[in-house]
């Protein structure tokens, strides 16, 4: 038992103290919110696919998860339908939008992905990265598809499907697949040189995230409290019970879980603000499960272990 719970620790424990030296940061004037600001633009366009780039043009695809894709993508749309459905009905109009997203939309690119290395080393990358790509996806089309039912903001499919095609990760990503496929390897020293680049991905998108938090946006609200717990407890343990039962074990059920669990995706909060929705809220259930996370996902891990289920 005591074995399961320093794994559950270990895997957390990083991610949040990272988070925490960000935050600290912050508050003692090292970095300032540009620095963040620019920060976290460089990790999604630069070091991250930089990162997953390097760790899959030599990864085997022989073998992809495919039950785990299926299985992430028809759960999220699922879980969404519920949300978007039946539960934003019973909110104030202004709350509806920043509720779907925050309860289904996870920080996969950091912060899921920094559990998942944690937890399963860089092997995992070629699971992880997949996972990311269609699930990315989905995300941004539920989440436009969210605003334009609750805040009356037009979804172009155009335009949808042109910020899914310049998306630098899943461009990093179908690059990196080809050319494994292919069997065309870059050269050595492009290699190195990408993976000194990725290397900062983590470290800095974590710093970024924590420097990122504004105290002001936590607020007494009923609203961001059931959103909260949707994201953290409810949604991810109903996603990862379909994945027990559908067979998934092992890393891909860690995957599963951890990028399920991970805090809300900050990506919601600049949509809600263009789209004239409740971005307080957003910005809350943001902050609020960033700093929460590490308990519940620890007290998953714990569990699914303690099973023997990962």
């Given amino acids: 038992m005591l074995e399961n719970l320093f794994f559950s620790f270990e895997v957390t424990a990083p991610t949040f103290l990272v988070i925490c030296l960000g935050i600290y940061l912050k508050r003692a004037g090292l970095i300032t919110n540009e620095f963040a600001d620019v920060g976290a633009k460089l990790v999604f366009q630069v070091t991250l696919p930089c990162l997953l780039f390097v760790n899959l043009v030599q990864a085997n695809f022989n073998v992809l998860p495919v039950t785990l894709i299926v299985y992430a993508l ?91 095609i310049k998306n630098p990760i899943i461009i ?42 504004r105290w002001r946006d936590f607020q007494t609200s009923t609203n961001l409290y059931w959103a909260s717990i949707a994201k953290l407890i409810i949604i991810p343990a109903v996603i990862t019970a379909g994945g027990v039962l559908i067979g998934l074990r092992g890393e891909p059920l860690g995957v599963l879980f951890l990028m399920s669990a991970a805090p809300a995706a900050s990506a919601g909060y600049p949509m809600l603000r263009a789209a004239g929705g409740n971005y307080h809220l957003g910005a809350a259930i943001i902050a609020t499960t960033a700093i929460a996370a590490i308990i519940p996902i620890t007290l998953g891990l714990f569990i699914l272990r303690g099973f023997e289920l990962i």
Avoid: W
């Fill in 74 to 164: 028809v759960a999220t749309f699922f879980v969404y339908l519920i949300l978007d459905l039946l539960i934003a009905p019973l909110l104030v109009k202004h709350d509806r939008s920043a509720f779907v997203q925050g309860s289904f939309r996870s920080n996969m690119g950091i912060v899921g992905l920094a559990f998942c290395l944690n937890a399963f080393g860089h092997d995992i990358l070629k699971i992880a990265s997949v996972y990311l790509a269609f699930v990315t996806i989905l995300y941004n089309i539920l989440s436009l598809t969210t605003l334009a039912r609750h805040q009356g903001v037009a979804a172009s499919p155009s335009k949808t499907i042109l910020s899914i």
């Fill in 172 to 213: 990093s990503i179908v690059f990196a697949i080809i050319l494994s496929q292919l069997k065309l390897e870059p050269p050595h020293y492009l290699i190195s040189t990408l993976g000194y680049v990725g290397g900062m991905s983590m470290p800095l998108a974590l710093i970024c995230t924590g420097a990122s938090i």
